[in-house]
């Protein structure tokens, strides 16, 4: 088809909102709407040519279509694959974990399928999904698979074309109706909105939209250009509209699948109508403004950048952590860094995909290209192909994170158990010790294992009722539980992976039923938390009761995951409130990843010995 | 009339379309029943946080946060007890709540005065043993807030109150009185005689707090909440 002219700005227009979103969240938080309008646009444009195609051939022609776009999406998908495998050979194989699974589900188009039924996200910070994003191809790809039936259908059974073109129109617009509907119903009303936005049922409004359109358009004849000024009003009044919605809306807002997704895509689709109306009557490359030449170049690398930019995102703080002069630069620097560096590495990596991979022309001209040429092509690969293969093989089942907080949680359920078992009876108690000696035995090992630390050597209390200090927390604490409980005086742990901080007044009314609550209780719930309010930790101050000591602990994540807004809230609220004391963890870490894993979240042995030094410290000065 | 046959391709896409149906229809349920679920669960979530608050803010008195929490609690029980899955799976926790949502509205005006009383006797406790004269206005002011109460469940531990407190009251004045003109022994013999009674009436408090506490069976509730909360997070 005919280049038009302007819509690889709108591609560039794309990419920039959702690196801002992956980059800066809090910034953009609707910016992955963004990806709503790389979906309408590819299926304006492939079905417009399909239409030209069915219109000259009279048929389908199936496979040969789906050769070329599975061509123009696998082989960049390939390289990408390849490209990152290699890099993240010289990194530590903790966060790679499940890494070459996920790269089979991106190779074969089928991650969103595995993040629906495994329920990942994004925001795993244990081990990270390099290939997170490509759910996108392969929702692409799913639809590609069925879109020319319902294209080649309607052209064939109406009694003409433009009947047909009618008719699939209407029909796309009423499948768009139904697809708003039930992400509506999914995302919005059941509050699922993973649900509603891996699937396809769920999510291929904006392809519809895009094959309604390339419909219509169709059907339209051609006009020469006679102004230019309504098309132009027309095009910034989509753009505007798509970034009001991208920094207004959020993933967990329930009128983002009724209202701003299904607007995105047909601001998309009214964008498209202005840029069509503003093509020149003649194509002349002299006459095309250098600002749109400038941004339709850079959007034909929007692909690359897409495919490139999370896994280097992922891939680059455990680079930096290499560098032990860089942890000691600032957090904003580092902040700062990573997303520059992503960005850079991801636009020369797009370069190189569009100048091959991701060129048609490319492999057919490649015999004529000169032997030195194709030799150091064929080289390269071969030495990608290495150490990617090499990380496929060599990368863990299970991280060494996860090993140590399973060896926390054994320790915290037996306990847990054993408490219980006053009240079971004889049989009961039988079935028990049957279970709990094998996992005292397991615990044993592991604990004759582990290098002494320097601590106190208390006993942990046997449950909160006989404890001076009650220390609730997630999986950071989970993993100092030993160290906490051996430092602080009676002190009793209760941590869990993954909690957030609005567990903490469940847990403490639940504990406060059984008896008396310890005086002392620390709350490190801050790492999982997006916000953190007033109201939240005035119910956990109310919740404890008059005359108790809270200490809440503040967060460090990692430097692309800033938990300032959260720390901050919790250090007013502190202010405030002569029974609140801040222990400022934050401090301790984020210019200290020797502390840390590789995730930079969770503690290694000195991060774990650090971290309960300072809640002592803090615990002693209230007692 | 000739009777068309149906073309295979079109029954074909009939079949897929009542396939769609039928695919999309079983999702919606199961993603109906998640949210029944995880909507039962923050409910939950929700009324054991003002339970626990109301049940903290008793025991230590604390009315203001007493009263914010009770203002909380008809909508947070009005929110679990409409949650279908809740009315279908936790019929037993919900009739507890009924109970207790029965006894929190008859009593609820015995709960006012109760903590409203605590205040008053957290504030004879702060006295010092020593400032009798403000001990002494202290019990005046407690012996008031007494004589107006209007709860029915008060009545027998008003009389109580109501005999004990001029003893204590007196008690107190005399120790106050003899406080320059007695000599050591006498005013050591009067202190203990003042002690024993004022300790007397703190236990008597303590006795009608915990009937109460009895009465509303918070505790229980909060452990049975916990379960139910456990029972739905591994579900």
Not at chain 1, 28 to 49: K, M, N, Q, R, Y
Not at chain 2, 44 to 66: E, F, K, P
Not at chain 2, 84 to 106: C, E, G, V
Not at chain 2, 132 to 150: E, G, I, K, M, P
Request: proline residues 4%; positive net charge; glycine residues 4%.
């Amino acid at each position: 088809m005919p280049w038009l002219i302007g819509v690889n700005s709108l591609r560039f227009f794309a990419i920039v909102l959702i690196l801002l979103y992956h980059f800066f969240r809090n910034f953009l938080p609707g910016g992955f709407l963004a990806v709503d309008i790389f979906f309408t646009l590819s299926s304006f444009l492939l079905t417009t040519s399909l239409i030209r195609d069915y219109s000259r051939y009279h048929r389908l022609r199936y496979f040969r279509f789906l050769g070329k776009r599975l061509a123009r999406l696998w082989l960049p998908l390939l390289f990408c694959v390849v490209v990152v495998l290699a890099c993240a050979f010289v990194l530590p194989r903790d966060i790679l974990v499940n890494t070459p699974l996920n790269a089979l589900y991106a190779l074969t188009f089928s991650t969103n399928i595995a993040e629906l039924i495994t329920g990942g996200s994004y925001e795993n910070t244990i081990s990270p999904n390099l290939f997170e994003h490509t759910w996108f191809l392969a929702l692409e790809f799913q639809f590609i698979l069925f879109a020319p039936f319902l294209i080649a259908g309607f052209l064939k059974i109406a009694p003409n074309y433009r009947h047909g073109l009618k008719g699939l129109a209407i029909c796309s617009a009423l499948l768009a109706l139904l697809s708003v509907f039930l992400a509506s119903l999914h995302g919005g009303l059941f509050r699922e909105p993973d649900r509603a936005y891996f699937a396809l049922d769920t999510h291929f409004a904006p392809f519809v939209v895009g094959i309604s359109f390339a419909a219509l358009n169709a059907l339209r004849p051609r006009t020469p250009r006679t102004q230019k000024f309504l098309p132009t009003l027309g095009l910034v009044i989509a753009v505007v509209t798509i970034t009001l919605f991208a920094l207004k809306t959020s993933y967990q807002n329930p009128l983002t699948f009724a209202l701003a997704l299904p607007a995105v895509s047909v601001s998309t689709a009214c964008a498209l109508f202005c840029i069509i109306r503003l093509q020149p009557n003649r194509l002349v490359r002299a006459r095309i403004p250098r600002m749109v030449k400038f941004f339709d170049t850079l959007g034909n690398l929007s692909f690359g950048l897409y495919l490139f930019h999370w896994p280097l995102y992922l891939l680059l703080p455990h680079f930096l952590a290499l560098f032990p002069d860089l942890q000691r630069s600032s957090a904003a620097f580092v902040f700062w860094l990573i997303p520059l560096l992503a960005f850079i590495v991801s636009l020369v990596l797009a370069v190189v995909l569009a100048r091959t991979f991701a060129n048609p022309k490319f492999f057919a001209s490649f015999h004529k290209r000169p032997l030195a040429y194709r030799f150091a092509f064929v080289a390269i690969c071969a030495i990608l192909i290495v150490p990617a293969v090499l990380t496929i093989v060599t990368t863990p089942k299970t991280s060494s994170i996860s090993a140590q907080l399973n060896s926390s949680k054994i320790s915290h359920d037996s306990r847990t158990k054993r408490t219980a078992s006053h009240d079971t009876d004889y049989l009961g108690a039988k079935a028990f010790l049957k279970v709990t000696d094998t996992v005292f035995a397991t615990e044993f090992n592991k604990l004759a294992n582990t290098p002494p630390t320097q601590s106190s050597g208390y006993r942990a209390a046997d449950s909160p009722n006989s404890a001076d200090v009650l220390i609730i927390g997630d999986s950071v604490t989970l993993g100092a539980k030993a160290e906490l409980e051996s430092t602080i005086e009676n002190a009793y742990v209760d941590a869990a992976e993954s909690r957030g901080i609005e567990v903490a007044t469940k847990l403490l009314a639940g504990y406060s039923a059984t008896g008396k609550l310890p005086k002392i209780i620390i709350v490190s719930l801050a790492t999982n938390e997006r916000t953190i309010t007033d109201a939240l930790l005035q119910d956990i101050v109310s919740v404890a009761g008059a005359g108790r000591q809270l200490i809440f602990v503040t967060a460090y994540a990692g430097p692309m995951q800033p938990r300032d807004s959260q720390n901050n809230a919790l250090k007013s609220f502190a202010d405030t409130h002569s029974n609140v004391v801040v222990a400022d963890w934050w401090q301790v870490a984020h210019d200290n990843w020797s502390l840390m894993y590789d995730d930079h979240i969770h503690l290694n042995p000195d991060g774990r010995r650090t971290y309960a030094n300072l809640l002592n410290n803090l615990v002693r000065s209230l007692r | 009339m000739t009777r068309e046959r149906i073309s295979p391709k079109v029954f074909l896409l009939a079949a897929l379309i009542v396939l769609f149906a039928v695919c999309e229809s079983l999702s919606l349920v199961v993603s109906y029943q998640k949210y029944q679920r995880n909507s039962s669960f923050d409910a939950a979530t929700t009324l054991s946080t003002v339970l626990g608050i109301m049940n903290s803010s008793l025991q230590s008195g604390d009315l203001a946060t007493y009263q914010s929490a009770r203002a909380r609690f008809d909508d947070a029980y009005a929110r679990f007890r409409d949650n279908p899955y809740i009315q279908r799976k936790h019929s037993a926790i919900l009739n507890s709540l009924d109970q207790f949502n029965q006894t929190l509205t008859h009593e609820q005006a015995f709960l006012r005065d109760l903590l409203e009383l605590r205040a008053h006797v957290t504030l004879l406790d702060q006295q010092s043993r020593d400032d009798f004269a403000a001990y002494v206005r202290s019990l005046d002011s407690f012996r008031t807030r007494l004589s107006t109460l209007t709860s029915p469940q008060l009545d027998s531990s008003k009389k109580h109150y109501l005999e004990l407190l001029p003893r204590l009251s007196s008690l107190a004045t005399s120790l106050l009185a003899c406080e320059n003109i007695c000599s050591q022994s006498v005013y050591e013999e009067k202190r203990v005689a003042f002690a024993a009674t004022q300790a007397e009436f703190t236990d008597s408090f303590a006795r009608l707090e915990s009937d109460l506490a009895n009465t509303l069976q918070l505790p229980a509730l909060l452990l049975a909440l916990s379960d139910m909360q456990a029972q739905l997070e591994e579900s």
